[in-house]
């Protein structure tokens, strides 16, 4: 039997339920029937867990016992949406339409002694990761129900009553045992769009359920197991046992349908956390998203999507930064266009205030009031475990470095260079804010911007022009046979006025000043061209966290793809407890932090995700250098090149050669291939 739970209201589910599922498994005799869901009117006045909420504290004790407990890393922002709030009304809802679902079925099961389970969904549940278009749903749903109803049948018949109740489609959140039984013990799960309730199961769900308050569905069935890292929610004398698939058969339509699907508006969910609203709103008040009120009504005339992507932050703050733009093609990656600030700009407001204020009008034209926003905490690092801490160590010698593959090395006092924000004189120096935004302005302006600013990505200077001599400060040994450097002086005619970001790298961009105020960092990112670095302190203290991927295309936790990564205090506020847990992470690949002082300096190997964090207002010295004793890296490096500029691709294979033949055997410079 299989029930679906549809609130009355849902009338474009119940449509598609009956097309894509309904009628195909009524045609193979499967009996089927809806539960009426309870409304969020109805639950309104039940009585729900009071201490469901949480607060920071409690918010920051769980983040750490779900990750030491081993479960999937979740960023906090995603902890808060559910936790920093009582259970809502839809919320009570839902767990009561559960509870209905587990009282017919046991009504089911009452009358008919054969039947031995239940297959109980949502309405928003497809048996494959498609959409469909509407006049394809029974056709492209309805076999593949039929195979599914199948399936589970075939496991369920397997496993009898050893479990109370297996998940048939979830979102596995905790560790477990991997066995290869048809059916397994299931650990954390989340998503009750799919499950099957046996006999035994349906009674003891109904049992242990009857007298606690609700509290959400995905949180009651889990802390039922005794699987849920939320130990307070209730006691566990006698766990129920969930079990689950091999493989999830069913899923659930938000997992795939993308704006402009035919189930895209049938997969929107009548349960959405009410702070999720109220996030929404909240990017508004963000200066970069700042538009005219004649453009928001345009698109609020266009239809709902366009509407929709109003709630795009990056995407509006590329398109304000691109408007009035004609020179440049739009592209997000080439800096944008170079923006100059008065002082009075950059020593009063956030710089996207004063970029949109410029661009977009005067606030009069604002439809919303921008609320000020709060200075952010910056992360307690002595709350960070040792464990992952970098530990400071001698200096490497060149085949310690290179026998030490990707990872990265601190050495204190490695320079008595000092040099402050204010030692850095009156010229303008180029400044930027995660690549989208360059301008000019003094060390003193970037530093009375620092003090008062709330953006997201503040500025940081960046300059690779004019350094002055006494802050350029020499490799350390190992990285001292640099190819870049020796490729440069040798191909000058080559690189110095083609437009590559090779021929950039070689000729003018490989060593820099970087400065900020506190709060102030670089995003998650790889150097270019398969580089190293050293990048040496010369004032205040610079937080670095590393990622080293498992495996290739693992990126850090937190971002999407390779080129979207968020401000570095945003990616810290949102994970750094996972630098808080000693024990094994569910990440893709390993993490570990340390905090730079004055004089020290971090070697950066090649191909090592990083990103940093100005724990106070910052001076430093960086330059990447190809390691000519590194095969590895000199081929990396010589392939990276090729595909940007074929021509100093081919230039730098030639000087590979030249050195290798010019050197004699066993001085550490292994074949290097650099054909692919
Ligand atoms: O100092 C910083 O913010 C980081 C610099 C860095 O990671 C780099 O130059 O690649």
Request: glycine share 6%.
């Amino acid at each position: 039997m299989l029930l679906i739970i549809n609130l009355d209201a849902r009338t474009d589910r119940r449509a598609f339920m009956d097309r894509s599922c309904v009628a195909p498994l009524r045609a193979i005799k499967t009996e089927v029937a809806y539960v009426q869901a309870v409304t969020a009117t109805d639950a309104a006045s039940d009585k729900a867990l009071p201490a469901f909420a949480l607060d920071e504290s409690k918010l920051e004790a769980l983040l750490d016992a779900w990750h030491s407990s081993g479960c999937e890393a979740v960023s906090k922002s995603g902890l808060e949406r559910y936790y920093l709030r009582p259970v809502s009304n839809e919320e009570k809802a839902c767990t009561r339409s559960h509870r209905l679902a587990w009282q017919k079925a046991r009504e089911a099961m009452h009358h008919n002694s054969d039947l031995k389970w239940v297959l109980i969904i949502e309405d928003d549940c497809v048996p494959c990761l498609h959409p469909a278009a509407e006049s394809q749903w029974a056709a492209f749903y309805g076999p593949a129900w039929q195979v599914a109803w199948r399936h589970v049948a075939k496991a369920m018949e397997s496993c009898g009553e050893d479990f109370d109740f297996v998940y048939v489609g979830r979102h596995r959140l905790g560790p477990e045992d991997e066995s290869d039984a048809v059916v397994r013990p299931a650990g954390f799960s989340s998503c009750l769009h799919a499950y099957c309730v046996t006999r035994q199961g349906c009674d003891r769900l109904l049992e242990k359920s009857a007298s606690i308050p609700l509290m959400p569905a995905d949180d009651l069935v889990p802390a039922l197991c005794g699987t849920h890292p939320r130990k307070d929610l209730l006691s566990t004398k006698e766990p129920l046992r969930a079990g689950c698939l091999q493989r999830d058969v069913l899923f659930q339509l938000q997992s795939m349908a993308l704006p402009g699907d035919d189930v895209y508006a049938i997969s929107q969910s009548s349960i959405e956390p009410p702070e999720m609203r109220s996030m929404r709103q909240e990017l508004w008040r963000h200066p970069s998203l700042w538009l005219e009120r004649k453009d928001i009504l345009t698109l609020r005339t266009c239809g709902k999507e366009p509407l929709q992507s109003l709630n795009d932050a990056s995407a509006w703050r590329r398109v304000v930064l691109m408007a009035d733009d004609d020179e440049r093609p739009h592209n997000v990656f080439d800096g944008g266009r170079s923006v100059s600030f008065s002082e009075n700009d950059l020593g009063a407001v956030n710089v996207w205030e004063a970029l949109c204020r410029r661009n977009h009008g005067a606030s009069s034209l604002l439809p919303w009031n921008p609320r000020p926003r709060q200075r952010k905490p910056l992360p307690d690092t002595d709350r960070f475990t040792m464990e992952r801490c970098l530990k400071p160590a001698n200096p490497p010698s060149p085949s310690e470095l290179i026998a030490h593959g990707g990872s990265p090395f601190l050495l204190s006092n490695f320079s008595e260079v000092r040099a402050s924000l204010t030692d850095l004189g009156s010229r303008r120096w180029r400044c930027s804010t995660q690549g989208e935004l360059n301008c000019r302005c003094t060390a003193s302006d970037l530093q009375k911007y620092s003090a008062v600013t709330t953006d997201d990505d503040p500025l940081v200077l960046f300059d690779h022009e004019n350094i002055p001599e006494n802050l350029v400060i020499e490799p350390p040994s190992s990285m001292k046979d640099d190819l870049l450097e020796d490729f440069a002086s040798k191909t000058e005619e080559l690189w110095r006025d083609a437009e590559s970001g090779a021929a950039q790298l070689l000729g003018r961009e490989r060593k820099w000043l970087v400065a900020g105020g506190r709060g102030a960092g670089s995003q998650w990112h790889r150097d270019p061209f398969w580089t190293s670095a050293y990048h040496c302190l010369l004032s205040g203290r610079k937080l670095w966290c590393f990622f080293a991927p498992a495996g290739a295309g693992c990126l850090p936790p937190g971002l999407v793809d390779e080129h979207t990564a968020p401000a570095a205090d945003g990616w810290f506020r949102e994970w750094e407890h996972l630098l808080r847990c000693s024990a094994e992470l569910a990440v893709d690949g390993a993490l570990a932090w340390c905090v730079q002082a004055p004089g020290d300096c971090v070697l950066i190997p090649p191909g090592l995700w990083h990103c940093t964090l100005n724990l106070e207002e910052s001076v430093a010295f960086t330059r990447n250098v190809v390691n000519g004793r590194d095969a590895k890296a000199v081929r990396a490096s010589g392939l990276e090149i090729t595909r940007d500029d074929p021509a100093l691709g081919e230039a730098y294979a030639r000087l590979v050669r030249a050195r290798r033949s010019d050197s004699p055997p066993g001085n550490g410079h292994g074949p290097v291939p650099m054909e692919e």
